[in-house]
């Protein structure tokens, strides 16, 4: 999941308990992970403070790991977003992971009185400055035009050693693979559903292994991750069916809100057709999503993890189930859970049998049976023979 997006007009203390209910539904399911992004304005994506809404995601579920995705790093102090990084580390036992960006609505740039066009090179600045605090060793002073440290060291080293998993946003400019390549980071392709940022997978992971070459570090395709929207039900109709709910709402927010170039469909049934035939995204059936994701799979030469955008395409029920099907059809087919129990089952049905049309076992289960009927009825019938009953009662 990531984001998440929740209806405009909905009320957010509602909106954000989905959202915390839909983390625990997830950890129920075997969800690897789940990340949370910060926003300030647009109405649609309502967590201004994702390590805070993180902390209590920790507290409901035992097992899911939980990521910011992202936290907008000119919008902080470096310090102060290592403290609150570590302080989470230690209370989710480990199970946080970071992802950075430069924040991605201009509109909450403004309000901050952040210069658009600065945002990456903020970025930049701000995780080397974070990465030498989580290092610890000599204290960190920094001077730029948004921010001071003075003698900066942390108090407390991070839970998770050496540290904890980080990763940087991209979805169409070579920023944030380049910044996760010059650090060794993981990256988040947040647009891999979208088709100029389908066609730039190759080129990000590129620049990634530049950087990562020039600075001396090494990047691993499982700390790659994409996101892309997804909808699973049993029929492909039932699947648009269901996402009449929600889906002109995310296109709406991917029109206006974010800037990602707008998308040209003009009817639902285009809407679905273009998510269905950008790349990543998937409205319809689990085989439909296996197949999407091993053509991601392809076009990207190969990634870790593939993220469900959090966006509400279809009711309550629905995407609950949807998050289920998920689990139980589609994953296991990417984590190599299906081969042994459908070998298992393979070997048993083509075990040759003496018996036509009846397996070797159901065969030989048969007759053990027919014969201890007809011994007992042989023993029962004989004068001179007792039965043994079991242990008296």
Not at 31 to 43: K, M
Not at 147 to 176: D, F, K
Not at 188 to 207: E, T
Not at 274 to 300: F, K
Request: net charge negative; with cysteine.
């Amino acid at each position: 999941m990531l984001f998440p997006i929740n209806p405009v007009g909905q009320s957010p203390t509602v909106a954000l308990e989905k959202d915390l209910e839909l983390i625990e539904w997830m950890d129920r399911w075997g969800f690897a992970e789940a990340w949370v992004g910060e926003h300030h304005s647009g109405g649609f994506e309502l967590v201004g403070s994702p390590e805070l809404f993180l902390a209590f995601a920790a507290e409901r579920t035992k097992h899911i790991r939980l990521g910011t995705g992202v936290l907008s790093v000119p919008y902080h102090n470096p310090f102060m977003t290592a403290q609150r990084m570590v302080l989470l580390d230690h209370l989710s036992r480990g199970r946080t992971m970071f992802g950075f960006g430069p924040g991605q609505l201009a509109s909450d740039a403004l309000m901050l009185g952040i210069d658009a066009g600065e945002q990456r090179r903020m970025m930049r600045e701000g995780i080397e400055v974070i990465l030498h605090l989580l290092a610890g060793g000599e204290p960190v002073t920094f001077k730029s035009d948004w921010c001071t440290l003075n003698q900066a060291r942390l108090q407390m080293a991070p839970y998770t050693q050496p540290l904890p998993e980080m990763a940087v946003a991209a979805s169409i400019s070579p920023a944030g693979p380049a910044t996760a390549g010059r650090h060794g980071l993981g990256l988040l392709s947040i647009a891999a559903w979208h088709p100029d940022g389908f066609g730039k997978l190759r080129d990000h992971w590129s620049v990634m292994e530049e950087q990562a070459a020039l600075n001396g570090k090494t990047v691993n395709r499982a700390n790659w991750r994409m996101m892309a929207p997804v909808h699973i039900a049993r029929t492909e109709a039932e699947a648009r069916e269901n996402v009449k709910f929600g889906l002109g709402r995310v296109f709406d927010y991917l029109s206006h809100i974010i800037p990602l170039p707008t998308l040209d469909a003009t009817t639902f049934d285009d809407m679905i057709d273009q998510i269905n035939g950008l790349g990543g995204g998937v409205i319809g059936t689990p085989a439909m999503a296996v197949d999407t994701i091993g053509r991601l799979q392809e076009r990207s030469g190969g990634f870790g993890c593939y993220l469900l955008q959090g966006a509400e395409l279809a009711n309550r029920r629905a995407t609950l189930e949807s998050y289920q099907i998920f689990a139980e059809e589609v994953a296991p087919h990417f984590q190599g859970q299906l081969d042994a129990p459908l070998a298992s089952n393979r070997w048993l049905r083509e075990w040759p049998s003496a018996t036509p049309g009846m397996t070797q076992w159901v065969s030989d289960t048969a007759g053990a049976i027919h014969r201890e009927i007809q011994e007992y009825g042989n023993a029962r019938n004989s004068p001179a023979a007792g039965i043994d009953a079991g242990p008296s009662r």
